[in-house]
């Protein structure tokens, strides 16, 4: 392997973990039974009661799409490696890879009397999400830094701090679910909105 | 990473995408419940049914591998990279993601008598795709063209007006699949091989 | 896209289709219903009854990692591009990609009195798969080669010939087993075998 | 292909291959059905009975995980192929692609009377797993040597040892499973969480 790019195998691992997650979520909005459907109205009302599948669809893939994103920005900063920062990733994959899970339980459960768990399941996978980033800049950033320069080593610790901003955010989201969940995953839905706005904004800096 | 290729890590989570989403439409393809089989007989007939799915598998693959291609074909005409031009890629992925739903809809529904919500869904995809393609050809040539050199903005901007030409017959396809699904359905697979052997002159010029 | 690999991407998007079809192979294997299992000894006769299905698989996974060391060793023959040679991969991951399917109804009917239509289907798809590996030769030879050098046309024009003795060897297969479709699942089981042996000896050179 | 990386393409693959292997797990997971869940406390009772399948979903995903990282550090020894460690690179593939079978059975069994039959599977594919290493090992070290250098020798006879420690360990837990499998498989769990300690202390020196 290249020594000028260590984390190039990391990077391609990651890289596959997130596209697969990205498009395995489509297998999860099953078609309608054909058995229902008598008329082409019946078929069009059965394509419109997917609304809440394609909600939660849309929502984990903006999800999937901007932690590629960020991941791809975070990885430019770095060019050493270590244990704990392989580590990281692998935690950081991990509340990536179980999102089909909570996305199919929000298509279920979202618009019905029992949200409250789909909604604070949903959030607190966005909790862990949020920790695995601190953990992964922390790594990249101590004991060692594997940061490539005093710049890079700035750019991670605003990420950190990002991350800290999002803990505090998901875990107020998933505690309100309880009592509010519709609201709640609309608010995720706006969240995740302004982080895209953000992370485009950032990066055209 | 290199900075002679900045968009490598792009490139292969794109790869990735259109690698699984060709992959995973062979699942949507059931094989005969063994409860409905009795003679070698019935399974051969079983097979035969199985048409609408083969044509619909067929006509999707193609589409996946032709955009593939183009976007191998594009991302050759780019040296540069922008937040714009990575979202647009993201919403690239997004059209292609989706289809294994349109192309179980269409298994399902091509061949009965409510086949024009299966049709004017899988066509509407492919006017967001062509959106998406306007889109990313956009954001390839301004503000600041990512472009190697005066020779593929030329080709970028060629692309960008086949993506207009694309997003007028699409809609007027899935227009008119309201009242004549089976025929659009049909059309779009010409149209599709159509642009398979443009795409194989042009890239040979 | 450094110059010194042209087919960099395509090595890359083949990858990543011989890998998820490899993968995806192991989810038609169903674990078998809670409620039809009483005791643990039911539980033992369920798992010896997927016999047909891990045999499929097996064959299966023993064809596509194959295919995969060949592609691996033909594109290291090869320093340049044509469309025809594009397109040539694109069919050839259409047979691998299809794959699944046959696999699953061999499983399902292998061991019951309507076996011909499964083993006839999965020889057919050999068949097309060295259809695409001629394709894939015949498109890197001429009208302009694209091999590296003497050498590599060499072992091109005899991959191409193994191309035309698998294509008449799995069309008899496909024949065959309309009238004895066991013995020639096993016949394949043992072909696969033989190209693996092959296939080590051969590289080894 | 570069010549100073002969292996980039197989840890392409390989990367493809864990990184989906990783990611199918999940689709395992199945959320409960919306018809037996007629009040919001039904659904956390659901959920909490999802607690085997998390079990087991976290073990296969740590195990995975591990075999990736352990993987990369392999290929970072080695600067030379040969067909038997492409196909030992196989064969250890072939182990960690069948995972989410054993995966699904467990989650199933494991807290039921007939839990050994999954158990005792579970820890035989950590058998072969076991054995695909120390094959993959053995075509990295002879009849001529494909690592780098002398440390990376005695680096990879290090691991081949490890391999037999394995194998001895995983055997003991297979034909224990017979009369223990609820104590195995928490065993296993243990097993993989200091081998998960011992990987990032030793990769750290």
Same mark, same amino acid.
């Given at each position: ?12 691992? &990651? ?16 078609? @309608?039974? +054909? ?10 009302? /059965? ?6 599948? !394609? ?11 901007? +932690? ?6 975070? %990885?430019? *900063?770095?060019?050493? +490696?270590? @244990? =704990? ?7 950081? %994959? ?7 899970? @909570?996305?199919?339980?929000? +298509?279920?459960? %979202? ?12 959030? =607190?996978?966005? !909790? ?43 875990? *107020? &989201? /998933?505690? *309100?679910?309880?009592?509010? @969940? ?7 839905? =706006? ?10 904004? !950032?990066?055209?800096?």
């Amino acid at each position: 392997m290249a020594e000028s790019n260590v984390n190039s195998r990391l990077e391609a691992f &990651c890289d596959g973990v997130f596209a697969i997650a990205l498009t395995l979520l489509i297998i999860d909005i099953k078609i @309608p039974a +054909s058995e229902t459907i008598n008329t082409t109205n019946d078929l069009w009302l /059965a394509l419109q009661h997917l609304f809440p599948s !394609v909600f939660a669809f849309l929502l984990t893939f903006i999800i999937i799409f901007i +932690s590629w994103v960020n991941h791809h920005g975070t %990885l430019k *900063l770095i060019n050493k +490696s270590s @244990p =704990a920062f392989i580590y990281a990733n692998g935690f950081l %994959l991990l509340t990536i890879v179980v999102l089909p899970f @909570p996305t199919a339980l929000l +298509s279920e459960y %979202l618009f019905t009397d029992h949200a409250a768990p789909a909604v604070v399941l949903y959030a =607190a996978i966005n !909790v862990l999400n949020a920790i695995a980033w601190i953990l992964l800049f922390r790594a990249a950033l101590k004991p060692n830094p594997l940061t490539k320069n005093e710049k890079a080593t700035l750019t991670a610790r605003a990420g950190q701090r990002n991350g800290y901003w999002a803990l505090a955010i998901y875990t *107020l &989201c /998933a505690i *309100l679910a309880f009592w509010f @969940p519709q609201a709640v995953a609309f608010l995720l839905g =706006a969240i995740w909105i302004i982080w895209l706005i953000y992370g485009i904004s !950032v990066k055209a800096e």
